[in-house]
Antibody, heavy 113, light 106 residues
């Protein structure tokens, strides 16, 4: 099992970014997937979940601004981040459900002017 | 939202010592999960469904608990166990984590 995030970077407040998580080594379409973030020096903060049938759940802090999606044909999970705020600065991890048994290496998103 | 309170926040143990980390939930949860995160690395699943050991995890780690009180125990501390440990629940939305316990080696 391997999960590889990409798409991070430095972005100005109010702008957008799209993260990707490429999955391999398992039947991606059969698993729910999560995005979890970790601000510098802080703890783990759950962001969003998408089920194998593409049902979604979001943390209140990102509801209406972030969108989780998946492309099972490409074995890829996405997180669209809109209206970014400085408090969204964090390492973003994708992880496989139910227990978060596999995690990617993470991708850094920095929101700053 | 179910709040998970971990204690202690920070602790240190000598090699061979027994370590226990507790996680108290603000409401009853059906299962608890535990993760280990070493500096600069991604979190790693240690315990799932309260007491089941994840694949490849040494059997000096164990989990127990029910309702609102859960614990992670390291039976005999080793230097490689120095890390931050997090509990996590998903009995109800949103999925939440504890604030973490930093474990250092003496």
């Amino acid at each position: 099992v391997q999960l590889v995030e990409s798409g991070g970077g430095l972005v100005q407040p109010g702008k957008s970014l799209k993260l990707s998580c490429s999955a391999s080594g398992f039947t991606f379409s059969s698993y729910g997937m999560h995005w979890i973030r970790q601000a510098p020096g802080k703890g783990l903060d759950w962001v969003a979940y998408i089920s194998s049938s593409s049902g979604t759940v979001y943390a209140d802090a990102v509801k209406g601004r972030f969108t989780i999606s998946r492309d099972n044909a490409k074995n890829t999970l996405y997180l669209q981040l809109n209206s970014l705020k400085s408090e969204d600065t964090a390492i973003y991890y994708c992880a496989r459900s139910v227990g978060l048994d596999y995690w990617g290496q993470g991708v850094m998103v920095t929101v700053s002017s | 939202e179910i709040v998970l309170t971990q204690s202690p926040t920070t602790t240190a143990a000598s090699p061979g010592e027994k370590v226990t980390i507790t996680c108290l939930a603000s409401s009853s949860v059906s299962n608890m999960y535990w993760y280990q995160q070493k500096s600069g690395a991604s979190p790693k699943l240690l315990i799932y469904s309260t007491s089941s050991l994840a694949s490849g995890v040494p059997d000096r780690f164990s989990g127990s608990g029910s309702g609102t009180s859960y614990s992670l125990t390291i039976n005999t501390m080793e230097a490689e166990d120095a890390a931050t440990y997090y509990c996590q629940q998903w009995s109800s939305n949103p999925l939440t984590f504890g604030s973490g316990t930093k474990l250092e080696i003496k």
